[in-house]
């Protein structure tokens, strides 16, 4: 199972971290490497670091965009030192291991780790139903981003296999988190492109609508992107969620009162 | 109390993986880092990896043997792939974490991480309390040195300080982890009236839009029902999506191409 779930890693601008990253991911069991617009890939430095992981690296996708990384993924985490200033559902390593133990039978699982210098954009960590938080030193919070591939792959192993050497079973998270749909759900999740195109329709037309100045957002899609990515819509959710907005959207497109045409 | 807590590298090969540990050590709030025997120190390489942790490398001890390592230390741990030769007490490293939140106060303890290629000799392992086997792939259990010490320094900073961001205190106990969300929001909840309204408006509108039928409603209501009390939308959320609809209205209420009015 450990394989379903698949390590993001965005603008990686040192080769090396990304071998250490394919050696973490198979220390834990993990396989499934993408990489968006590394710096250097293939690179000697990153086959190095990889020591025995050779293959991982072979066999991981290059990626020019996040859509192409997340194609198909209906459950997107990403890695981030904790924000204040738009509060998004967060998970601590250890919890997220229990959420991903419970779903990866049902879902396409991506994790998202950033740049070494400036980590994920807010754009990127708005595409993510989760933010994953390491906890760390307040006063030195910056792992290495190899080093936090390692450190979530040790938990989604314990999560997923446990520790049997320490009489540990897999745990899967007890108490269903309130936003995730159960499993005898009547329709199967939207993935994260099929969300995406929902979200910028919706921002098309409120903008349409004059709701919304695109030269002046303030924080209206990022509240509206927060709401719908924790609530996670199913596919048929999203079907009717489109259907709702072409309806309006005939509407919006036609010359209204309001708008001062004649 | 992490900085009671001593980090043991036994004649470590690269030096970047010197500076790399340092850094993992201070991610987590470790600091004491004692080097027996390093090939190559102090390097540029290990300076490089340190990032912001020169301060750790510059206050590292170089020790001639163990003896001088574990001087004054009370509670031995070595890192061990997994012996069966001669069983040893083993801790899996979340239980590490436990013994020593329990004990460090009142014990001096060192964590042991041997050489890059064949890690302790049994000698060493033989001045250990307990080993400590981390959790890994069967078909390739090779982590870096300084993954390794970034996992048992994560361990011990969740034991001794807790991830408060995720309400977890310290030896918490699991079954109270998942309290969802555990953060501070910005916003409180919506009450249930205000969701309420905020559905019979989209109701109305989606009416007047002419895509549901009051008459032959199917199921569309419902799913959007399902779809927000799922997302427990909060106030301020329910405020925007408020605007947003009275700025849809505007245009539904106006005459449209579609609606074959002059």
């Not at 710096?39 to 293959?55: I, K, N, W, Y």
């Not at 792959?153 to 079973?169: H, I, K, N």
């Amino acid at each position: 199972m450990l394989d379903r779930i698949r390590i993001v890693m965005v603008e990686t601008t040192h080769p090396g971290n990304i071998g250490a990253a394919a050696r973490a991911m198979n220390t834990m069991g993990l396989s499934d490497l993408r990489l968006i617009k590394p710096l250097q890939f293939p690179h000697v430095e990153a086959t190095a670091r990889a020591s025995g992981s050779a293959d991982i690296l072979a066999r991981a996708q290059v990626c020019a965009d996040l859509d192409e990384a997340l194609a198909g993924a209906t459950l997107v985490v990403g890695t981030s030192a904790r924000q204040r200033r738009i509060p998004w559902p967060c998970l601590s390593p250890r919890q997220f291991g229990e959420v991903a133990a419970g779903r990866v039978e049902h879902e396409q699982i991506a994790v998202l780790f950033g740049r070494e210098d400036r980590g994920l954009t807010n754009e990127e960590l708005q595409r993510c139903n989760y933010h994953v938080a390491i906890p760390a030193n307040p006063d030195y919070g910056v792992l290495n981003v190899a080093a936090a591939v390692q450190l979530i792959s040790y938990e989604l192993r314990l999560a997923l296999v446990g520790d049997p050497d320490a009489g540990d079973a897999p745990r899967r998270s007890r108490s269903q988190l309130l936003e995730i749909p159960p499993m005898e759900w009547d329709a199967p999740p939207a993935d994260s492109a099929e969300v995406e195109h929902f979200l910028r329709h919706l921002e098309q037309l409120i903008i349409e609508s004059g709701f919304l100045d695109p030269d002046n957002p303030a924080q209206v899609m990022t509240r509206l992107r927060r709401l719908f990515l924790r609530a996670r819509p199913d596919k048929m959710e999203i079907s009717t969620l489109r259907g709702v907005l072409t309806s309006f959207g005939k509407h919006l497109a036609a010359p209204s009162d309001d708008a001062g045409r004649p």
